[in-house]
């Protein structure tokens, strides 16, 4: 996909003085996001020195195109849509849906800056056959969908009249989230099952495609984003030993709410944090990749995640992006303003669990067992990173960064062997478990049940989240705390934290 260039405000504009009325809105300043003196302290090192991420200057990040944000329309899930819907959408004139010359008040950046979080980033055309009109795959994958049948995670695009386009990979693809009753929140652990989408996107694309070239592209885009060939223990030279269906297979086996996103790997995917409450947190990404000092890292955050932000990692320079899998532009300075204060401002939806005589139990036992020495109330994280297992910090971090010197021992490949791998694993908030999960930095563990089940410390244990490509069975290690409780104590615990 490919946008002009030419949006209908230049970079001056984030400059300008922005906001009337109370006194937090006045004065308010667009940071600027690719600001080389910022970047500079931004991110935590990674634990293997030659792999260090080649940031793009400030130059050549606001020479990439601005993104231009057309207004979108909901996509029903199979069955559900309204008659004459498609027609109508054919008929729609373009619209632009981010103009930040109109934004005055902080609701009106709040209300912009949901547009950005929905807007997609790939457009792309619509297939036949695909998994968005399959009923069957959204039944056999639980897919979730909104009471009045839309689906949340993704939507349609017109940006020529007479032509309806599908945009995915919006912020909401992965961090909308369905609860039971149809009811969407947006902004915290999503629930599409988008690694078991982009499988059957390969295995609808495969007969035409053919397993060869099939292989051949797939090989390239997981080097292009995941690729560490500066490790002698690279993750992705295992790739070399997959065929396309272990790779189709991989996807296969990351459930909703996990995704081998940015920097990560096909087999150590990331379980999707939870957005709500981001504002207190001081570290980004499970590995504490990069500070949250002020709005400003955010919004560099948002402008990284999208991938076309880093020119290399030490001595590799990342190949040229395939065709059709990269996004090509950034979002401006202002799109990305109002998409953290929009961010900044998401409240919890109700916790319809109640406190009780057995969550005040579980609040001892939480007290008792020392839970609260790094899920520190009322954050219920003490936002420090704790030292992966086989990582020692370096001197220097100990007064740098926030650091709680004990190693919880999980699985430490995600913190050691990618290109976020910091050594490190923050504590995550606890807030909010209710209504999300998979659990643990890979999303290994599908409920709270299954973490304090020491049953999944044996190697013949299959993972209730993700499984891991062509292996059922596998212990998910470390982070005891909790497991040796007996029955109703855990009861009471969980019943505590689902209160949170
Ligand atoms: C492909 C799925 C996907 C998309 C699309 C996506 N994210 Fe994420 N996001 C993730 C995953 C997975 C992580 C965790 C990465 C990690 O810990 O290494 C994450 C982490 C984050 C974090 C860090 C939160 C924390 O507490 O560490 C923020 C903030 C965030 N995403 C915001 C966004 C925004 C804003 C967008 C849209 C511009 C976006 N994400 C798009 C999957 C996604
Ligand atoms: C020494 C610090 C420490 C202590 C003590 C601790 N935790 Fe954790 N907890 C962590 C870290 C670090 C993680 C993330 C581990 C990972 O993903 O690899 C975590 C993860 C979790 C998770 C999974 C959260 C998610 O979103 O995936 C839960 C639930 C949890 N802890 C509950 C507890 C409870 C309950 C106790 C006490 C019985 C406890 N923890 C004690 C550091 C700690």
Not at 252 to 278: E, N
Not at 301 to 311: H, K, L, M
Not at 340 to 369: C, D, M, T, V
Not at 371 to 387: A, Q, S
């Amino acid at each position: 996909m490919r946008f002009s260039r030419v949006f209908g405000f230049g970079t001056a504009l984030t400059l300008v003085l922005i906001g009337r009325g109370t006194a937090d809105q006045t004065d308010l300043k667009i940071p600027k996001t690719w600001d080389e003196e910022a970047l500079a302290g931004w991110q935590v090192p990674l634990a293997a020195p030659e792999g260090q991420p080649h940031l793009l200057t400030g130059e050549e990040f606001y020479r990439l195109p601005e993104l231009k944000i057309y207004k979108s329309y909901p996509v029903y899930a199979p069955g559900r849509e309204p008659a004459g819907y498609m027609d109508r959408l054919r008929s729609a004139e373009p619209e632009l849906a981010f103009d930040p010359s109109r934004l005055r008040s902080e609701e009106d950046w709040v209300r912009a800056g949901e547009i950005v979080f929905d807007a997609p980033v790939t457009i792309s055309k619509i297939e036949t056959p695909s998994y968005f009109t399959d009923a069957r795959w959204f039944r056999d994958h639980n897919v979730p969908y909104a009471k009045d049948g839309t689906v949340p995670f993704y939507s349609y695009v017109v940006r020529e009249k007479g032509k309806v386009e599908i945009g995915t990979l919006s912020c909401g693809n992965c961090h909308s989230r369905v609860l039971p009753g149809g009811i969407v929140i947006k902004g915290t652990q999503g629930n599409f099952p988008r690694a078991q989408a982009n499988a059957y996107t390969m295995r609808a694309l495969r007969p035409t495609v053919g397993d060869t070239l099939g292989l051949k592209i797939l090989r390239s885009v997981l080097l292009h984003d995941f690729g560490t060939p500066w490790l002698k223990d690279d993750l992705d030279k295992r790739l070399d030993s997959l065929s396309l269906d272990d790779m189709i297979d991989g996807f296969d086996a990351t459930p909703a709410g996990v995704t081998p996103c940015h920097d990560s790997s096909l087999f150590s995917p990331v379980q999707v944090p939870d957005l709500i409450g981001v504002k207190e947190r001081k570290y980004l990404d499970h590995t504490g990749h990069m500070l949250h000092r002020d709005i400003g890292d955010l919004m560099r955050f948002s402008a990284y995640v999208q991938g076309n932000t880093v020119a290399g990692f030490g001595n590799f320079r990342l190949p040229a992006p395939v065709a059709g899998f990269a996004f090509e532009e950034r979002m401006s300075d202002a799109q990305l303003f109002a998409l953290a204060r929009y961010l900044y401002s998401l409240q919890p939806p109700p916790n319809p669990n109640r406190p009780s005589a057995l969550s005040a139990a579980g609040e001892q036992i939480f007290r008792r067992e020392g839970c609260g020495d790094c899920h520190t109330p009322p954050l219920f994280t003490n936002n420090t990173l704790t030292p992966a297992r086989g990582f020692i910090p370096p001197p220097e971090h100990l007064t740098k960064y926030a650091i709680t010197p004990v190693n919880v021992a999980t699985d430490p490949a995600l913190a050691l062997i990618t290109r976020k791998g910091t050594g490190y694993y923050k504590v995550p908030s606890l807030r909010g478990v209710w209504r999300r999960g998979p659990f643990e930095h890979n999303g290994s563990i599908a409920t709270l049940e299954d973490w304090f089940d020491p049953a999944r410390l044996q190697e013949d244990y299959v993972p209730t989240g993700f499984k891991g490509i062509r292996s059922q069975r596998r212990a998910v290690k470390g982070h005891e705390f909790g497991l040796r409780l007996v029955p109703e104590e855990k009861k009471a615990l969980i019943a505590f934290l689902r209160t949170l």
